[in-house]
């Protein structure tokens, strides 16, 4: 994988070919598979927010570090206070009710239990949470004097700016993928990853599962014939195209230029991008399956979707089955496309996968995602620093 040390580079683009068998991964409001018209045909599809939350918790994970979005931030304060650090429960209570109704954000208050939700959820760093018990400690003679915040008129006895200061803390999870909160002024981090909604590369059916469940007493004394539970699920199975970009040159503003965390979120990412799925009736079907193909560009123009591979639907093999027909498609594309645009801005490419066949078009081939992914990120800081 080889790069233009004269050019710097941007995107590091991220394209995946992913068979995922008897599913639903991704239920719309009624239950059913949510799909998509393209290319004149159905599709399954699983959205950018769906997939977007199974990558953040992998990622997570990995970096071991995590970012908390909720309304309920007074509670998880209360809970610290009196769970970990020995206040009252009804200190600690009043105490989370200050915490939450203190800040800039509009809140709401819940009659039928003393709980202070925010208008709005705050997306914060994990340890926002202690370092809002801090200052409930700091204040706790004026909570204690205090009275309980029974609405929104109510007026909490911590300081606003210091509230809001701790909500504008973030950490390499709020870096990477951003944060909208309007009501607190300079709380926003615009993110640097733009994922988009995976879609089959071909036609699908939505099929219709029949299932009933058997009542164990029933069953063994005899007495009676019929099922205790009927019911019925919608799945669906196919070849998955995904593709996700990150901003290297917007993750490094956030990160004030430090390149090594970038590069380590940078990894990170596209790890938990490659191996992370929904895991919406996983304990019904458990679909673990990886990556057929995973295809890694490194940009410095734009980023570059090859979703319109497969805006004629793949058919199926000779053989059967759409994943080696997809991989020959994703390739055929990505090769016309660089034609097309003259190879202007593709500094660097590779590709790792499962089948044998050479795919022209989309780079280098080496043998395992992580080396794949190494390579990349490699070249893309590389080239991002030197420039």
Do not use: C
């Not at 370092?131 to 003679?141: G, H, I, T, V, Y």
């Not at 399956?289 to 295809?295: E, G, K």
């Not at 058919?315 to 994943?323: L, N, V």
């Amino acid at each position: 994988m080889s790069a233009d040390a004269t050019a710097q580079a941007r995107f590091i683009d991220i394209h995946i070919l992913q068979s995922v068998p008897f599913a639903n991964l991704n239920r719309d409001d009624n239950n059913s598979v949510k799909t998509v018209r393209y290319g004149d045909t159905d599709r399954t599809r699983v959205s950018s927010q769906s997939w977007k939350r199974a990558v953040r918790e992998y990622f997570q994970h990995a970096i071991k570090d995590s970012a908390l979005r909720t309304r309920r931030i007074g509670e998880r304060v209360e809970r610290l206070l009196e769970t970990e650090r020995g206040w009252p429960g009804a200190l600690a209570r009043r105490a989370g009710q200050h915490a939450a109704a203190g800040s800039s954000i509009k809140f709401e208050v819940d009659k039928k239990t003393p709980v202070v939700l925010t208008n709005a959820m705050v997306y914060v760093p994990e340890s926002a949470v202690a370092e809002l018990a801090d200052l409930a400690e700091e204040f706790r003679d004026a909570i204690e004097a205090g009275k309980d915040i029974a609405k929104p008129s109510d007026k909490s006895v911590l300081p606003k700016e210091r509230i809001d200061a701790i909500l504008r803390t973030r950490n390499g999870v709020i870096n990477l993928f951003g944060r909208m909160l309007a009501e607190v002024d300079d709380a926003g981090v615009d993110g640097a990853v733009q994922v988009a909604h995976a879609l089959t590369t071909h036609a699908t059916d939505v099929e219709l599962d029949y299932f009933s469940a058997v009542d164990d007493v029933t069953s063994h004394w005899g007495d009676a014939t019929g099922s205790a539970h009927m019911g019925h699920a919608e799945f669906s199975a196919g070849v998955f195209y995904r593709y996700a970009t990150l901003d290297i040159a917007d993750l490094l503003a956030n990160l004030g230029g430090d390149t090594d965390s970038a590069r380590q979120l940078a990894a990170a990412f596209a790890e938990a991008f490659i191996l992370s799925l929904p895991q919406a009736k996983k304990t019904a079907t458990a679909p673990h399956t990886i990556p057929d193909l995973v295809h890694i560009s490194v940009r410095s123009d734009r980023p570059l979707s090859y979703a319109a591979a497969f805006e004629a639907p793949v058919t199926s093999h000779r053989d059967g089955g759409y994943a080696a027909a997809s991989r020959t498609e994703l390739a055929a594309y990505a090769t016309a496309a660089g034609k097309l645009l003259g190879g202007r801005g593709t500094l660097a490419a590779g590709w790792a996968g499962l089948g044998d066949k050479d795919l022209g078009g989309l780079g280098e081939r080496v043998d395992s995602f992580p080396a794949l992914i190494e390579l990349a990120v490699g070249t893309a800081l590389t080239t991002q620093a030197a420039a």
